[in-house]
């Protein structure tokens, strides 16, 4: 079946620009996570959805970035007032449900993000 | 807070080495322990985990096994590949919520020669 998708691939902006990266999860899937890497590092955690509902977004790193899940399946990361040090690969996974805390999160080849 | 350490890259073996790829973690709790893979020009994929202590994960020839005691899970291999060409991440996963955020190391390349 169809794994999780990520679009657009690639996205250069310019600093202080408003943008857009969506995720389409594996059908079925009510968990879904987002996740930040920086070149040369290992992902950062940045929100965890259950459902429609933001369940954990400890990990965002300020109020420039938000996400939505509006219907319970594709979920949209929204950055506002982009900075260079906003620039790397963003992630989304899936997972079945989420709450096991044994389940396997199945991600997306990312978005690669770049701020000049 | 929840932390992974891993060994540092890159590391190069030529083919038909055994690999050790070491991993430690800081956590509260129980977490469960991962290893995830990025081969070049790929997202992650899952390659082993383990949920519990003395669990041994194993998939493609690589194992791990979650030790309480020492808070590792170091990734082996008996004999690499040049398939196995990759970033190895070690991860765990642990939320405040009811949820299984993870929490990454900074990933080992990992580059194997004929």
């Known amino acids: 079946g169809a794994g999780v998708s990520q679009t657009p691939s690639n996205k250069v902006t310019e600093k202080g620009k408003y943008v857009e990266l969506r995720c389409d999860p594996i059908s079925g899937h009510t968990a879904l996570y987002w996740y930040r890497q920086s070149l040369g590092q290992g992902p950062e955690f940045l929100i965890y959805?259950?459902?429609?509902?933001?369940?954990?977004d400890s990990g965002l790193p300020n109020d420039r970035f938000f996400a939505v899940r509006p219907e319970g399946s594709v979920s949209t990361l929204k950055i506002q007032r982009t900075e260079r040090g906003d620039s790397a690969v963003y992630l989304c996974?899936?997972?079945?449900?989420?709450?096991?805390?044994?389940?396997?999160?199945?991600f997306g080849p990312g978005t690669r993000l770049l701020v000049l | 807070g929840n932390s992974v350490t891993q060994m540092e890259g890159p590391v190069t073996l030529s083919e038909e080495a055994f690999l050790t790829i070491n991993c430690t973690y800081t956590a509260t709790g129980y977490p469960s322990l991962f290893w995830y893979v990025q081969y070049p020009g790929e997202g992650l994929q899952l390659l082993l985990k383990?949920?519990?202590?003395?669990d041994k994960g194993s998939n493609k020839g690589f194992e791990a096994t979650y030790r309480k005691e020492t808070t590792s899970f170091h990734l082996e291999k008996g004999s690499v590949q040049v398939s196995d060409s990759a970033v190895y991440f070690c991860a765990l996963g642990k939320g405040d919520f009811g949820n299984e955020k993870l929490t990454f190391g900074t990933g080992t390349r990992l580059t194997i020669i004929p």
């Open positions: 383990a949920t519990k202590a003395d």
């Open positions: 996974a899936s997972s079945l449900a989420g709450t096991s805390g044994q389940e396997t999160q199945y």
């Open positions: 959805f259950q459902g429609t509902g933001a369940a954990d």
